[in-house]
């Protein structure tokens, strides 16, 4: 039986203090995973690094990644468990979305105007 | 902060969390989400908001309070 596959977002906030180049592996780990997993990537954005409203673990900036892709819910486990024991990794959150997105995100957008 | 410059500018599809000046408007100095007799949202207008400002404080997008302690 083929499994459903759903479109996802998820964005990362990774540690700054960290390597920038053990960062860049993560990711290309993660978007591995995805494709390994028949699924596939519509957007993928880096934000570059911002200040946060608030500290995290006494972070007060954060370099924001937003990943856009369609997959099954097992990659998303798996994806899950990759995450959470990446210390890298201050905080990420997995969002369904109703369709797929392509278009460059608002948080881009207004970064080209400025 | 305050009330939006025009109701009729705002497309629900807008409502984002990614779109933090635009959910600016629809909290207060100290980071409250304004009811919608403040800011003339409609009641779909609000429950999308409302959403989109705990996400993005989840985020640190929007500040939860304006007594987050920073340093």
Known sequence: ?114 | MGTPNSKKNIILADIDYKNTSLLRRYISESGKISPRRVTGASAKEQRRVNKAVKIARYLALLPFCDNHKNQ
Not at chain 1, 6 to 21: A, K, P, T
């Open chain 1, 1 to 114: 039986m083929e499994s459903i596959t759903r479109h996802y977002e998820l964005v990362l906030m990774f540690d700054i203090n960290q390597d920038e180049s053990m960062t860049a592996s993560t990711l290309d780990k993660y978007k591995s995973v995805i494709t390994e997993n028949s699924g596939s990537i519509h957007r993928f954005e880096d934000w570059g690094i911002m200040k946060l409203a608030y500290l995290i673990n006494k972070n007060n900036k954060a370099r924001y990644y937003l990943i856009n892709f369609e997959s099954n819910c097992k990659t998303i486990d798996e994806l899950t468990n990759l995450i959470k024991f990446n210390d890298n990794i201050i905080r990420h959150l997995f969002l369904i979305q109703d369709e797929k997105s392509t278009e460059p995100s608002v948080m881009m957008q207004s970064k080209e105007k400025a």
